[in-house]
């Protein structure tokens, strides 16, 4: 896209001297109570800064913004860099890879990294932390302690929260604005019966098809994705990266502008990834978003509708670089020298919303799982006698079901445990807002003698972002838990 505008949120801010209002020290530090910024030295608290230079209606939205801290990332940008301190002159060195400040070792100013660099280590803005360590520590704990039984033994011992890290991490934070263009087919049930008697008795359905399209003009405000490439592996078998996705959303419309004093006490991670490595995950998420806005105008269509044609026309985008605040206890899971699994438990420093992946003792589940499976043959074989007799025939329909009760049990608590599955919903999370609706809804023909319940081919609630690369152990859970 050519006409890219920058917006320079870096712009007025010097190249190392962050100074208290009051008295001009550099001793500050962001005070969680209130979520300012506090002088160190006279104990002046203030308001950080806004965000501003965005367009704020994304409905006016056009061509490209991006802000300073989200331009592409340097290939060859080193993260040693050295900042002339504003107090003496000094030259001070900043290992971006581990810091965002330094103090200056003459005149003992603290120093910090302001201006965006070509390097990922300095956003737009900054989300400060608002949910205190011991919360964040009694959310992990009620968490795992629901998880206990079936925990690694190993873990069991080694639990304990103190050394929960409090953590930066990279996201951008995307508004886009398009017109979104959906056509295709749906039905309409009009009578449900059944045929046939006895054992071979099945249901039956009519209903009317319509041709349906909709126009209309969706804003998407403030979605947010991972700017880490390791993050952003949501399919990872050795990381269970999806955990930390699962606890969006954040408000980033509280997010303010970037002032390395809100990582003191905190720990970052780098920006990584480019707006071009990100636009790909962006625009099917913006089209999930679409595809489900579009649902509230379908109601009437209780067996779904298929789409066979959705187009989704970017008219303005707008890119920011946010530091997002997590809580995050993790474990690393040695089954053997060369496989070794990192657990994650999270938590939104915001909302305090928590996920989390607990290390499973195998044995255990499989050897319960295979004495619940044993009592369900046992119990079907039981019940075969009186169905032998003639005492029942109906109410002993569910016999089918014991035999695989074993196997239904290993699949829902390998996914209470390892929630491979959890994941942000975008689809409904994310501030949406549409206009300009334009509706058709043509009458085709009745369907009569219909034997799924569901249009076929209905994908109306697809989601084709972030759940591709699930396990299919966790598709199963996931269908065990709704069901």
Same mark, same amino acid.
């Given at each position: 896209?050519?006409?890219?505008?920058?917006?320079?949120?870096?712009?007025?801010?010097?190249?190392?001297?962050?100074?208290?209002?009051?008295?001009?020290?550099?001793?500050?530090?962001?005070?969680?109570?209130?979520?300012?910024?506090?002088?160190?030295?006279?104990?002046?608290?203030?308001?950080?800064?806004?965000?501003?230079?965005?367009?704020?209606?994304?409905?006016?939205?056009?061509?490209?913004?991006?802000?300073?801290?989200?331009?592409?990332?340097?290939?060859?940008?080193?993260?040693?860099?050295?900042?002339?301190?504003?107090?003496?002159?000094?030259?001070?060195?900043?290992?971006?890879?581990?810091?965002?400040?330094?103090?200056?070792?003459?005149?003992?100013?603290?120093?910090?990294?302001?201006?965006?660099?070509?390097?990922?280590?300095?956003?737009?803005?900054?989300?400060?932390?608002?949910?205190?360590?011991?919360?964040?520590?009694?959310?992990?704990?009620?968490?795992?302690?629901?998880?206990?039984?079936?925990?690694?033994?190993?873990?069991?011992?080694?639990?304990?929260?103190?050394?929960?890290?409090?953590?930066?991490?990279?996201?951008?934070?995307?508004?886009?604005?398009?017109?979104?263009?959906?056509?295709?087919?749906?039905?309409?049930?009009?009578?449900?019966?059944?045929?046939?008697?006895?054992?071979?008795?099945?249901?039956?359905?009519?209903?009317?098809?319509?041709?349906?399209?909709?126009?209309?003009?969706?804003?998407?405000?403030?979605?947010?994705?991972?700017?880490?490439?390791?993050?952003?592996?949501?399919?990872?078998?050795?990381?269970?990266?999806?955990?930390?996705?699962?606890?969006?959303?954040?408000?980033?419309?509280?997010?303010?502008?970037?002032?390395?004093?809100?990582?003191?006490?905190?720990?970052?991670?780098?920006?990584?990834?480019?707006?071009?490595?990100?636009?790909?995950?962006?625009?099917?998420?913006?089209?999930?978003?679409?595809?489900?806005?579009?649902?509230?105008?379908?109601?009437?269509?209780?067996?779904?509708?298929?789409?066979?044609? $959705?187009? #989704? !026309? &970017?008219?303005?985008?707008?890119?920011?670089?946010?530091? @997002?605040?997590?809580?995050? /206890?993790?474990?690393?899971?040695?089954?053997?020298?060369?496989?070794?699994?990192?657990?994650?438990?999270?938590?939104?420093?915001?909302?305090?919303?928590?996920?989390?992946?607990?290390?499973?003792?195998?044995?255990?589940?499989?050897?319960?799982?295979?004495?619940?499976?044993?009592?369900?043959?046992?119990?079907?074989?039981?019940?075969?006698?009186?169905?032998?007799?003639?005492?029942?025939? $109906?109410? #002993? !329909? &569910?016999?089918?079901?014991?035999?695989?009760?074993?196997? @239904?049990?290993?699949?829902? /608590?390998?996914?209470?445990?390892?929630?491979?599955?959890?994941?942000?919903?975008?689809?409904?999370?994310?501030?949406?807002?549409?206009?300009?609706?334009?509706?058709?809804?043509?009458?085709?023909?009745?369907?009569?003698?219909?034997?799924?319940?569901?249009?076929?081919?209905?994908?109306?609630?697809?989601?084709?972002?972030?759940?591709?690369?699930?396990?299919?152990?966790?598709?199963?859970?996931?269908?065990?838990?709704?069901?």
């Amino acid at each position: 896209m050519s006409n890219v505008r920058v917006v320079h949120t870096d712009a007025g801010k010097d190249h190392g001297k962050d100074t208290c209002l009051s008295c001009g020290a550099t001793d500050i530090t962001f005070n969680p109570n209130t979520g300012q910024l506090r002088c160190d030295f006279c104990r002046t608290e203030f308001v950080p800064q806004s965000v501003s230079g965005f367009e704020t209606d994304v409905s006016r939205l056009q061509g490209k913004v991006v802000g300073a801290g989200a331009t592409d990332v340097a290939a060859d940008s080193d993260a040693i860099i050295t900042l002339a301190c504003g107090g003496c002159g000094a030259e001070v060195i900043i290992d971006t890879d581990e810091v965002a400040q330094a103090r200056c070792h003459w005149c003992r100013n603290t120093l910090s990294l302001n201006t965006q660099v070509p390097n990922g280590a300095v956003p737009d803005a900054v989300l400060p932390f608002s949910v205190k360590k011991e919360d964040a520590q009694r959310q992990i704990e009620q968490f795992v302690a629901k998880r206990r039984f079936f925990a690694y033994p190993k873990f069991k011992q080694e639990f304990c929260t103190e050394n929960i890290l409090g953590v930066y991490l990279p996201y951008m934070v995307v508004d886009v604005n398009a017109h979104a263009q959906l056509t295709g087919q749906g039905e309409v049930e009009t009578r449900r019966y059944t045929v046939g008697s006895g054992n071979s008795q099945q249901t039956r359905y009519d209903a009317n098809l319509f041709n349906v399209s909709r126009n209309f003009d969706v804003a998407v405000k403030g979605l947010t994705v991972e700017s880490s490439a390791d993050k952003l592996d949501h399919g990872s078998s050795s990381r269970t990266n999806n955990i930390i996705n699962a606890i969006m959303p954040f408000d980033t419309e509280n997010c303010v502008r970037w002032n390395a004093n809100f990582l003191k006490g905190f720990a970052s991670e780098k920006r990584d990834v480019n707006i071009e490595g990100l636009k790909g995950l962006v625009g099917t998420k913006a089209k999930d978003i679409a595809r489900h806005s579009a649902n509230t105008t379908l109601t009437a269509y209780n067996r779904g509708v298929a789409w066979s044609n $959705e187009r #989704l !026309e &970017i008219k303005g985008q707008q890119w920011k670089a946010a530091y @997002l605040p997590v809580w995050l /206890y993790s474990y690393q899971q040695v089954k053997s020298p060369t496989n070794k699994v990192l657990h994650y438990v999270a938590v939104n420093a915001r909302t305090q919303n928590t996920m989390g992946s607990v290390p499973i003792h195998m044995p255990k589940l499989l050897a319960v799982s295979a004495l619940v499976s044993l009592l369900g043959l046992l119990l079907a074989f039981f019940l075969l006698v009186p169905l032998a007799l003639g005492l029942f025939i $109906e109410e #002993l !329909e &569910i016999l089918w079901a014991l035999p695989v009760i074993g196997p @239904l049990y290993f699949f829902y /608590y390998f996914n209470k445990y390892r929630n491979a599955g959890a994941r942000h919903l975008h689809e409904e999370n994310t501030n949406t807002a549409m206009s300009n609706m334009q509706v058709v809804d043509d009458f085709v023909k009745e369907r009569k003698g219909l034997s799924n319940a569901t249009m076929k081919g209905a994908n109306n609630f697809d989601v084709r972002a972030n759940t591709g690369n699930q396990p299919a152990i966790a598709k199963v859970g996931n269908w065990i838990k709704n069901v």
